[in-house]
């Protein structure tokens, strides 16, 4: 197996301006294993309750999705979240949180998941993380999401679980927060100096950006007319940008540079509709032409100054 | 002469939290005309004040920008702002402005201004800015900027305006309430269907783009680990963009995309010291380096995923 996630299955209930979903596929390890499937073998460590039915399993199975390492409580029920959001899309209302099963979760891999070449570590406790990165200590590439509460409540399990990953994938508000550094280049170096070794940044409608403590790389958001459902968006990125990793053999810089083309890509269509809907529904002519797309966008001459004037005047 | 600026002429007095300067050369011409000198011949339209003193005419002459359109009130003060940053420098307070002898500018251009190839109604009162346009109407290329002061204030008056110019230059903020639509890519659609055949969207920390109803290119900013003093950013990337396009024979897409390089280059220095200083002793070497800077940090390798995913499976 080349690719791990530890993270959530839930229930979502969301509603927007747009519409409204009463109980859908969600969680942070749905949405990266779905986007991911699409560049590589991914297996999903994490625990449903008895509400987890065929119908749900059926969605990770076409996407060839290994849920052997899947902990199902049946007489429990799974992680349930309810969100709303306004016309400012960028920001979720968090209406109900029931952990439900995930409460006492503690992540169980089996052999065969432990020796996972690449393994994203989702948004869940600092503790919970440590003990499967402790797991994975083999790996090649160990990535990390976490989010303002973590970074609030639990800092110093924080900062001991990210001394131990090479990739930290967070947005922008949290990488600042993370460092309390309001210039992000700087934020960047200060994470960097306290383990991973890269740093990606989600901005939203901004794009993404890769820090190395040698490079920097940035590229804008695809451009979309309507955002529809942002929920997932960020795990969506992950799971592109991992799972492409994955398919490679060298997991070097040039290869993260198109690993977060792949992963702006597939976190554009996750917005487009509720859920996961759209990017369960994607073609690999559709991932392509949006990859073609972003190189387009960004995209120019590389005319030196000097000659560009001298030609003219 | 290739390329014309009006705007402002202007004694700056800035407060930031690292110093600052009680009168220092400033106004939106003053940034614009100093960038572009590095590029092509600039003249000024612009109106100044007996305290406008021979110190001020070199900074001007030292870069060849030519001065003979520029309007001189003996008895008169120039155009005088004071303004405040706090730690997050995307926030200019104002704590004084005294138009002066800008308060009755009325723009008068000689004969060899009026026939200027390219030409840049820098952010005044949009009745003004329509004056000057009328006056130059066989010129290739006319840009606008404008605030949102004059959008509130002076709506009808700026659409009336804009529909005579080829290339708008605004923020992001700007755009969309110009457009009186949040999304910036349905904003930007909004504005060019009000004349304007080009859009670029000044975004700050997070870089530019630009806009024409067929295409979209987007960059990032150049990454900088401190920002001393905003104050002429924009104009300052105006100033980079059209003073490269006056440098080139064919004002394409392609020239337009290394023009919104060399912009982001000439901001990213503008913004690391007080006013015009450290533009002023800018050298070619430096902006190239910073124009390579942006080449190595958005390129990456155009692979279609099929056949990057059919390599190593």
Redesign the interface.
């Known amino acids: 197996m080349s690719l791990l996630v530890v993270g959530s299955v839930a229930f979502d209930a969301v509603e927007t301006p747009f519409g409204k979903r009463e109980k859908m596929l969600g969680g942070s390890a749905s949405h990266f294993s779905i986007s991911a499937s699409f560049?590589t073998d991914v297996r999903v460590v994490a625990v449903v309750g008895g509400d987890f039915s065929r119908e749900e399993e059926q969605v990770f199975e076409r996407h060839n999705v290994n849920l052997s390492d899947l902990e199902r409580i049946a007489d429990g029920k799974s992680f349930f979240w309810r969100g709303r959001y306004d016309?400012?899309l960028n920001t979720a209302h968090t209406l109900d949180t029931q952990l439900n099963v995930f409460a006492d979760f503690q992540p169980k891999l089996s052999e065969e998941a432990k020796r996972s070449r690449l393994v994203f570590l989702g948004n869940i406790q600092p503790d919970l993380q440590r003990g499967v990165r402790d797991q994975v200590a083999g790996a090649e590439l160990i990535a990390l999401d976490t989010m303002n509460m973590w970074i609030e409540v639990t800092r110093d399990s924080l900062l001991e679980t990210i001394k131990g990953v090479h990739v930290m994938i967070i947005n922008d508000a949290e990488a600042r927060q993370l460092a309390d550094e309001?210039?992000?280049?700087?934020a960047a170096?200060k994470i960097m100096s306290q383990g991973p070794r890269a740093l990606v940044v989600k901005?939203g409608?901004?794009?993404a950006?890769l820090f190395t403590p040698e490079?920097?790389?940035?590229?804008?958001a695809y451009?979309?007319?309507?955002?529809f459902d942002p929920t997932g968006a960020g795990d969506t990125f992950a799971g592109g940008f991992m799972g492409?990793l994955a398919?490679?053999?060298k997991l070097d810089e040039?290869a993260m540079?198109?690993a977060?083309?792949?992963g702006s890509v597939m976190a554009s269509f996750n917005v487009e509709e509720f859920g996961t809907e759209r990017v369960q529904r994607l073609t690999?002519e559709e991932?392509?032409e949006r990859?073609?797309a972003f190189?387009?966008?960004?995209?120019?001459?590389?005319?030196?100054?000097?000659r560009?004037?001298r030609a003219?005047?």
Not at 215 to 220: D, E, K, Q, S, W
């Open positions: 560049f016309y400012d309001p210039n992000l280049i700087r170096r901005r409608e901004y794009g950006a490079t920097y790389f940035a590229i804008p451009p979309l007319e309507s955002v492409y398919s490679q053999e040039a540079r198109r977060m083309i792949f690999y991932i392509n990859f073609r190189k387009q966008m960004t995209n120019f001459e590389a005319i030196p100054f000097e560009a004037v003219t005047k």
